[in-house]
């Protein structure tokens, strides 16, 4: 009852703003009444976004991981892309150029087609406790970069297959503050001054996609959704089980960024993430044999002694 009441009084705040027919993309928000918790009431479209039952982000929990031996290494092409990068008044956007003659691909691990690298999204918070939108045993992380592409094999483009089964793959990598930054990371970052206010966009040159990844080969993956309206449930996630680092220079300067034009600024880009949705019973996979130790292995993850995340300190073994 409380839902559907603050639903009516949103949808009277925009008849009576004028707004009615203008882009459903420019009525939802990270906070208040046009925030998550709304996001499937604001618009009939997203209504998975209140009843899907594969919803993303999700909080991944060491005790509930289940080692699948047919999960594979992840394989993606090493060559540089050149694209845009924008401030979209919802998140930082790394859009890959459509004219480009090599295409990144995305095969193995969990996945049994070939994707097509398509975008990238970075998710943060205004704070250092938060700004992750995957949550390591209910702790957050500063910064998230999410790697999209698309099934190429089945599918023609990135928006057909978000509509599709097995259409969508996102590769989840999460980010530590630290005090050398990823060099990759450091081309997105340099950048960040030129697409201060939303609507602002830069192009960006030979950035390797593979080098923002960390070093490992050790991954969770479960079935979910995007993490935006309107949350197709056809994505595969991929959550890298190692940071990479970002610096406090560098975390500044995306919290210097602006929903709004230069004319009206609104407020900070930063927390733009989405509350960890239900698991509603997935199975949540992971490549990690944590019941096993092989020989001379320095590095042999175990449930609860090795696991990459730990708080929002991250010591790392």
């Known amino acids: 009852m409380a839902s559907l009441l603050t639903f009516l009084i949103f949808q009277s705040s925009l008849l009576f703003s004028g707004v009615i027919g203008l882009s459903w993309e420019s009525w939802w928000t990270y906070d208040g009444i046009s925030g998550p918790a709304f996001w499937g009431l604001i618009n009939p479209e997203w209504s998975l976004c209140t009843k899907g039952r594969r919803q993303s982000p999700v909080n991944l929990e060491p005790n509930k991981l289940l080692f699948d031996p047919n999960l594979r290494p992840l394989h993606m092409d090493k060559h540089r892309v050149n694209g845009m990068l924008t401030n979209t008044g919802h998140s930082v956007l790394f859009r890959v150029e459509n004219s480009t003659r090599q295409h990144v691909n995305f095969t193995g691990g969990p996945l049994s087609y070939k994707y097509q690298l398509h975008h990238m999204h970075i998710h943060y918070g205004l704070v250092d406790q938060t700004g992750s939108e995957h949550t390591i045993n209910g702790q957050t992380f500063p910064a998230e970069i999410q790697i999209f592409g698309f099934n190429s094999q089945l599918y023609s483009n990135f928006s057909e297959a978000i509509h599709r089964a097995q259409g969508i793959v996102a590769i989840s990598v999460l980010l530590q503050l630290g005090d050398l930054s990823n060099p990759e990371l450091r081309i997105l970052t340099d950048n960040l001054e030129k697409i201060k206010y939303g609507g602002e966009e830069v192009e960006v040159k030979r950035l390797s996609v593979v080098g923002l990844l960390p070093d490992t080969e050790y991954y969770m993956t479960y079935d979910g959704s995007t993490t935006m309206p309107p949350c197709h449930e056809t994505l595969t996630w ?31 880009l930063g ?17 990690i044999d944590f019941n096993v130790k092989q020989a001379g292995a320095k590095q042999c993850p175990s449930m609860y002694k090795e696991v990459y995340y730990k708080a929002n300190s991250w010591k790392l073994h």
């Open 238 to 268: 991929v959550i890298l089980n190692k940071p990479i680092y970002i610096t406090k220079q560098q975390l500044h300067g995306l919290r210097r960024l602006m929903q709004g034009d230069v004319g009206e600024p609104k407020a900070p």
């Open 271 to 287: 927390n733009n993430f989405r509350p960890p949705q239900p698991l509603h019973h997935r199975p949540l996979r992971t490549n």
